[in-house]
């Protein structure tokens, strides 16, 4: 085969097929941004300006069509500055993460570990923030604290957070299996309808998982209670049991595990 011939099928086959390839990955990535970040609402409400838009002109409304005219260019400047946040949350994530780069999970075992401390830490009323990152960086929230970059374990996330030392009052953060800092600042919240009993903490929590694809569990100091935080929103008083078949599913860890939980429950 010549390479004219080569060049054409090329040109024929496989470009099409690549060029349709990356624009279904680069849909199903914004998709998956979209719905983290809630901002469906914002596509929803385009789309329902847009169907308006169009009903009017097919049926030939002239004073509708007219009227939304007029008030087209006012409506997308007020979509932007009503969905600021989301937006905003968009651009961080698509600066924060990226769309090839896959993150390192935790294993079983190292789940068992954190919930063994969460109930030791939960039975003396002991407050604590643990967030495990996935996709998106959490570089600005880690040099908010202490780097650490040690193993993880049950006795020294009970250390942080079981005594009053400096690092207790922040978070925790869980990359690529291992502990990379302590005594982390989160953002707080921007959600208005938030339970007034709910502290700092919580808000934290929340607040981080509206801005990245970070999990957080936190463990109540008031009450004891175990929390998860993730996809912007808090899942409040949960079981160990719960906890632990949830983190198990976003964190994503390998199969091959399955073989060390009894190993890690008997330990822990």
């Not at 990379?180 to 707080?188: E, I, T």
């Not at 509206?210 to 008083?237: C, F, H, I, M, Q």
Request: aromatic share 8%.
């Amino acid at each position: 085969m010549s390479g004219a011939a080569v060049w054409a099928f090329l040109t024929a086959y496989l470009r099409p097929t690549l060029d349709i390839l990356l624009l279904a990955f680069l849909v199903y990535k914004t998709y998956e941004v979209l719905v983290r970040t809630q901002a469906v609402q914002l596509v929803k409400g385009a789309l329902i300006l847009a169907a308006f838009y169009g009903a009017a002109i097919f049926l030939q409304l002239t004073t509708v069509t007219w009227v939304l005219n007029i008030l087209a260019p006012g409506l997308v400047i007020a979509l932007a500055i009503v969905f600021q946040p989301e937006l905003r949350k968009i651009v961080m994530r698509l600066g924060q993460g990226s769309f090839f780069r896959g993150a390192s999970r935790p294993r079983l075992t190292q789940i068992e570990a954190v919930l063994a401390s969460a109930e030791m830490l939960a039975s003396s009323r002991r407050g604590a923030l643990i967030v495990f990152a996935r996709g998106v960086g959490l570089k600005n929230i880690i040099d908010s604290g202490t780097r650490l970059d040690s193993l993880l374990s049950s006795s020294l996330i009970v250390t942080i957070f079981g005594h009053d030392t400096p690092l207790h009052d922040g978070a925790l953060i869980v990359q690529d299996g291992r502990v990379a800092a302590a005594g982390c600042f989160l953002p707080l919240s921007e959600q208005q309808d938030i339970r007034k009993s709910f502290g700092t903490r919580h808000r934290a929590a929340l607040g981080l998982s509206e801005e990245t694809d970070a999990v957080v569990l936190v463990v109540s100091e008031e009450t004891g209670a175990l929390s998860l935080a993730y996809e912007s929103k808090l899942y409040y008083g949960l079981g160990s049991d719960q906890v632990r078949h949830r983190l198990g599913e976003l964190l994503d860890f390998p199969a091959d595990d399955a073989d060390e939980t009894e190993e890690a429950s008997v330990v822990d």
